[in-house]
Structures are given as C-alpha cells and as structure tokens.
C-alpha cells in the first residue's frame, strides 16, 4: 500500500511565499502529481515531477526528492486567489492509478 | 472544448431509490475513474476503467456500480442509496502513458444528498 502525508491546514499573507509538503512511503515509484482544487470545484493540474529536482512553472514550482519520499509545492507572489486544497497524488509501480493524499487547504490573508 | 461532463450536478434523493451519475468525456481517454471527497478523507476512489469492458474496484466500492460500455461514457450507479452515500462526487479521465496515467481531467462533481 501506499502512505502519503500532507499538512492538513496552512496560513500565508498575501505576497508572501508558501511551501506545502508531501511525504509518501510506496513500493515502487512513477511520478508525483500537484493538483489545486478550490472548495466546491474540481481539482485542476499542477505539474507532474518524476524525477529529482525543481520543476517550476510561474509562481508554482514543484520538488521532487525520490530517495527521500518527499516533494513540495511553493507558491510564489502569493494571491487571495490562490486559497484552495492542494493534493497531492502518487503513481507508485504495480498500479497505473494515482493515490491522493488527503490534501493541504491554504488559507491566504490579507 | 475538452472536457469532462456529468449530471446531475446535484440530487437529493431517499434511502433505496436507484440512481445513476453520468459521466462523459470527449478527449478519447482510455482511463476513467470515480472518486468521492468527504471532509478530512479527501479523494476516494471507487471504480476505475483502464479501457472499454475492463473496469475494477477502488478503495471504496461498496453500493456502488460502473459500467464501460463505450470508451467515452463511465456511469456511477447506486442501486440502493443509503445516506452513508452522501457525498460530492467527481469523474475523471485521462490518457494511458507509460507506466501509469497521464495528469486527470476532473468533472465538476456531483453533490449527491441521500434523506
């Protein structure tokens, strides 16, 4: 099986930066997915990491560490818009399906 | 547009009374799934559907059926709600690549109410 922790609940200022954190234990793995879902809505992709290393993509950037079990997000230039669940999802080798962890909701201030 | 459709988007219903989500995609996805979000349990699946007449259970397929009878429709269906069937639920969808799936295509979730 898989195991896959996240913080339940964060707080930033707007303009501030924020990192959300995601450890997993899994047999096996294929990639780790980001995705924003604000409440009521369908979550959206993020990014999608495979291998080690900071993928970034605006004020959005994802790190991946595979030895270690862990990746965050961090979120730049934070907006009021950006408050929302953050989930974080595992492809792990025996199954084609992602995992999601149980999410992270952000709570950005004025 | 590339999207992911299901209806309703929103239903009360009473204990025992059949019911049926659809859920539709036009982006040609083999992978199909469904998921229900409850407060601090976050997304469960319950069924999911590698192609076409090959579905499996997911995490919480208990009062639940799919059937995958064509590759861009995936229907939930409760034959016999029960209000442990509340919940908001999402289809998603997603292309086949490598070892796993590509990123999911969410629906707009489903927010089922079972008195």
């Known amino acids: 099986g898989q195991n896959i922790d996240q913080p339940t609940e964060m707080t930033a200022t707007e303009g501030a930066i924020v990192q959300i954190n995601c450890t997993y234990q899994t047999s096996g793995f294929n990639g780790l997915f980001w995705y924003q879902q604000h409440a009521g809505e369908a979550p959206t992709f993020l990014s999608y990491?495979?291998?080690?290393g900071l993928e970034e993509k605006g004020r959005f950037s994802s790190f991946l560490s595979r030895s270690k079990g862990y990746s965050y997000l961090l979120l730049k230039e934070l907006q009021m818009k950006d408050s929302a669940s953050y989930l974080c999802a595992v492809l792990s080798g025996g199954s084609y399906i992602p995992t999601f962890g149980r999410g992270t909701s952000l709570i950005v201030h004025p | 547009e590339a999207q992911v459709t299901q209806n309703p988007r929103y239903l009360i219903t009473v204990t025992g009374k059949k019911l049926t989500v659809t859920c539709s995609q036009n982006?040609?996805?083999?992978?199909m799934s469904w998921y229900r979000q409850d407060p601090g349990l976050g997304l469960r699946q319950i069924y999911y559907s590698m192609n076409v007449e090959a579905t499996d259970k997911g995490d919480v397929p208990e009062g639940y059926k799919v059937s995958r009878k064509e590759k861009r429709n995936f229907p939930l269906i409760l034959e016999s709600p029960s209000p442990n069937q509340t919940s908001l639920y999402f289809c998603?969808?997603?292309?086949?690549?490598?070892?796993?799936?590509?990123?999911?295509?969410f629906g707009e979730g489903s927010r089922l109410t079972v008195l």
């Open positions: 982006m040609n996805h083999e992978y």
């Open positions: 990491n495979v291998l080690d």
């Open positions: 998603a969808s997603s292309l086949l690549q490598g070892l796993g799936t590509g990123e999911l295509f």
